[in-house]
């Protein structure tokens, strides 16, 4: 069965300190897709990130910037330099990769509150 | 804008009262989603559509109801059966070529009182 652990419920950090947000996944499948989404306030879910299962490479977007180990089943978030608007809960997700993509579902992690103190 | 809607944005609801929450895209997307959200359990799959006049039970199907009548168009049924029905309710949507990414709208938040 697929599954996706945020071990980290909650994590607070002063402003510019770096924060890294933890996501282990499990799957049966060789092929599959992670996801990184970002929930303000404001209850919408923001895409940040998809990384499919045959790249390993990690990945910088501005201070955003991911680890995927597929030795460890592990898919870290790392913000540098956090700032108060980086408050948010975000989620992991897990998605096997069949045809036609869309039509397969996500398995979302239960989230990490993230609070940046001024 | 292309995008998604949600309506109402909050929703309130006498105990044993049926409740319909929209959810309208104009991605030109095949596939939508409702998804349930209550506090520290992460998003939980209610229904999907893949396609015009289909659809498929996700993870806790029971007491809510779809239809899929329009490729546009997904609404919710919380039906008096929904024992626990209080939660934000997030719908999504995603094409073929976008490799499983999810696109959300804003969310209903609805309250049994």
């Known amino acids: 069965a697929q599954k996706v652990t945020q071990a980290q419920t909650e994590i607070s950090v002063v402003e510019k300190e770096d924060v890294t947000l933890d996501c282990v996944y499990e799957?049966?499948?060789?092929?599959?897709?992670l996801f990184w989404y970002k929930q303000p306030p404001s209850g919408e879910l923001v895409f940040l990130i998809r990384?499919?299962?045959?790249?390993?490479q990690n990945e910088i977007s501005g201070r955003y910037s991911w680890n995927f180990q597929k030795s460890t089943s592990s898919f870290n978030f790392t913000i540098t330099a956090s700032q108060v608007v980086d408050s948010a809960v975000y989620f992991c997700a897990l998605s096997e990769a069949g045809y036609g993509g869309a039509t397969n579902k996500l398995i979302f992690g239960t989230g990490t509150l993230l609070a940046v103190q001024p | 804008d292309g995008g998604i809607t949600q309506s109402p944005k909050y929703l309130f609801r006498k105990e044993g009262q049926n409740v319909t929450l929209s959810c309208e895209q104009n991605l030109n997307h095949d596939a939508m989603y409702w998804y349930r959200q209550d506090p520290g359990q992460g998003l939980r799959l209610i229904y999907y559509s893949q396609i015009v006049n289909d659809f498929q039970k996700g993870d806790i199907a029971e007491g809510y109801s779809v239809s899929r009548e329009k490729k546009e168009s997904f609404p919710l049924t919380v039906t008096s059966a929904q024992k626990n029905p209080t939660a934000f309710y997030l719908c999504a949507s995603a094409g073929f070529s976008s490799y499983n990414e999810q696109f959300f709208g804003p969310g209903t938040r609805l309250t049994v009182l």
């Open positions: 799957t049966r499948d060789t092929t599959y897709y």
């Open positions: 990384r499919n299962s045959f790249d390993e």
